[in-house]
């Protein structure tokens, strides 16, 4: 029994020593949630656009889909040279949307679908900075054979848009550290740094020509009657941003 009793006694002793050499780990207080104000600002700049964009559309139809896009190819290039003549560079001059297909109608005699020939679209494309020729672009493409006006708006370049952005967005976080502050003010605590900043929506909304919202429809000829006067325009800029502070 005393044996038994020593041995017991040593296995005790020997998981008390393994015990007091295992390492103390002490987790650390978790710290206090901060205290934040979040709000967000929107600014609105108006800026006169630098830049017009005019499309026009050119449709022909014939009863061979060859003859079709034929012609529609000469006048594309009728009004691409005329665009030329107002002023307009070539590089500021593109087509696109080109296509063809049948041009079906319902006979009623026949109760069938008669084949009346093909019909070509396609559209040419002017973005240029001489805002002063927008109109001018338009006389001359229906003079050569355009169909159509599908729009006409007005853009900002690349440099302007950017810098505009810049500036909608600095507007736009002034007003919101204004905002903070007041309500930092009211609560009467103290503004501290800023905990996270995030851009929201910048946005430049498309301006249309006065009478060219919907597009119109032009007379192919050569005593066609001048289109409206174009007038430049101006855009707005809309940046947003929501900022959170830390206040004490």
Not at 146 to 154: D, F, P
């Amino acid at each position: 029994m005393k044996a038994t009793q020593i041995m017991a006694t040593l296995g005790v002793l020997a998981l008390l020593v393994l015990a007091a050499c295992q390492p103390v780990v002490v987790q650390p207080p978790k710290e206090e949630e901060k205290n934040l104000i979040t709000v967000s600002s929107t600014s609105e700049i108006e800026i006169v656009a630098d830049q017009v964009e005019v499309q026009l559309g050119i449709e022909t139809t014939a009863p061979d889909a060859t003859q079709s896009q034929t012609r529609n190819a000469e006048i594309a290039n009728a009004i691409v040279q005329a665009i030329k003549d107002v002023g307009i560079d070539t590089s500021e001059i593109s087509t696109a949307q080109f296509s063809v297909y049948p041009r079906d109608e319902w006979d009623p005699k026949t109760q069938t679908t008669v084949r009346k020939g093909y019909t070509t679209t396609n559209t040419v494309l002017v973005k240029t900075k001489k805002l002063d020729l927008a109109g001018k672009v338009i006389d001359a493409a229906a003079t050569a054979g355009a169909n159509r006006v599908n729009y006409v708006q007005y853009t900002l370049s690349k440099a302007v848009e950017e810098k505009a952005k810049a500036d909608a967005l600095k507007e736009a976080t002034s007003g919101a550290r204004s905002k903070a502050q007041a309500i930092a003010d009211g609560l009467d605590v103290e503004l501290g740094k800023i905990a996270s900043v995030s851009e929201a929506n910048v946005y430049f909304p498309p301006i249309y020509a006065r009478g060219f919202e919907g597009g119109i429809a032009l007379e192919a000829k050569a005593d066609y009657a001048a289109a409206p006067p174009v007038l430049p325009g101006k855009t707005t800029v809309t940046a947003t941003v929501s900022v959170q502070y830390n206040i004490g």
